[in-house]
């Protein structure tokens, strides 16, 4: 049997008053008397067998029931505003805020927007570099895309993309400092885009553990340590979404054949009241899809090549018509990339 719940209009009345602070003020928002506003509480408050506020003072303040009972009250009338905001305009324009991965959004999602507002023009988009998955919470946010392991069970989530690290690098820095073998690593500077978890990961499956490191950095997330690599100023982790572009292109190289699983994997989520808002699904719809037209995992190593009278240069990354065997090794599940 459905519980019975409380009437509209005092739940009314008590959200304001609770966001407002004053039963005054929440009268003028709703258009109605201070002793209209007085009386839906004191009617709650009778139904729901508690007091909702402590009297005294200038400001109200909620008891411990109030404040149990706010959120709830506050997100039912956020859906409720929602939800016939998207009944009254068209299917596919209109504000969309997307909040995503740091690394996804700037090397991957932003490089192909184009060919998402090109296709729906009457849509605004707002993007948010996140990969907090509180940004669910928010009514202000339509979709995420996060980095994690899926597991935000009052929302709709749906696996995009698993992924596999591998070290990257610049074609100038493999010319001016060759990687011959695993030890040269110890020549250059390792990039973190996490707390170095990624990197022991690598080495151990490379069985180069114990070799000795040089200078580290550590950045807040992916993106920060790809672009240092772009930079020449020493070697990242790569995944095979965000770096591919950058490979295909030239800017970066792979020096091993060798990839690691990632800890977790990109999800699409959001609200399980927008999923079927046509501005959302037709962008979900759209990363789908792109994301099998994306370019497909690197397929050969950068190659260290003599060439001439012992000068070392770094052949650039070039797809090659058969596929490289590549080791791969399992990692416990930790989310560590953003």
Known sequence: MTARLPPLNPLRAFEATARRGAVSAAARELNVTHGAV?????????????????????????????????????????????????????????????????????????????????????????????????????????????????????????????????????????????????????????????????WSTWLSAADAIDIVRGRQHFMSDARLSTEAALHGQGIALGDTITAGHLIARGELVVPFDLTVPANDAFYVACRQSMRQAPIVKVFIDWLFASLEESLPEPQTSARMLLRGRGTRTAEPFRPIPAPVKRRTVSTPQRKTRA
Not at 99 to 111: E, G, H, K, Q, R
Not at 133 to 139: I, T
Not at 149 to 174: C, H, I, K, M
Request: proline share 7%.
């Open 38 to 198: 007085s009386h839906q509480i004191k009617a709650l408050e009778e139904s729901l067998g508690t007091p909702l506020f402590e009297r005294g003072g200038k400001r109200l303040k909620l008891t411990p029931q109030g404040a149990l009972l706010l959120p709830a009250v506050t997100n039912a009338f956020g859906e409720i505003a929602a939800a016939t905001a998207l009944m009254k305009q068209p299917e596919t324009s209109g504000d969309l805020t997307i909040t995503c991965v740091p690394a996804l959004l700037s090397l991957w999602l932003i490089p192909r927007l184009n060919t998402f507002t090109d296709q729906f023009p009457g849509v605004r988009v707002t993007l948010i570099a996140s990969n907090d998955p509180e940004n669910l919470r928010s009514l202000d946010t339509d979709v995420s895309v996060l980095y994690g392991d899926g597991n935000w069970p009052d929302y709709w989530t749906r696996l995009w993309s698993r992924l596999e690290l591998f070290p990257v690098a610049s074609p100038t820095l493999l010319n001016n400092r060759p990687l011959r073998s695993l030890r040269d690593l110890s020549d250059h500077t390792l990039f973190h885009g996490d707390d170095g978890r990624e």
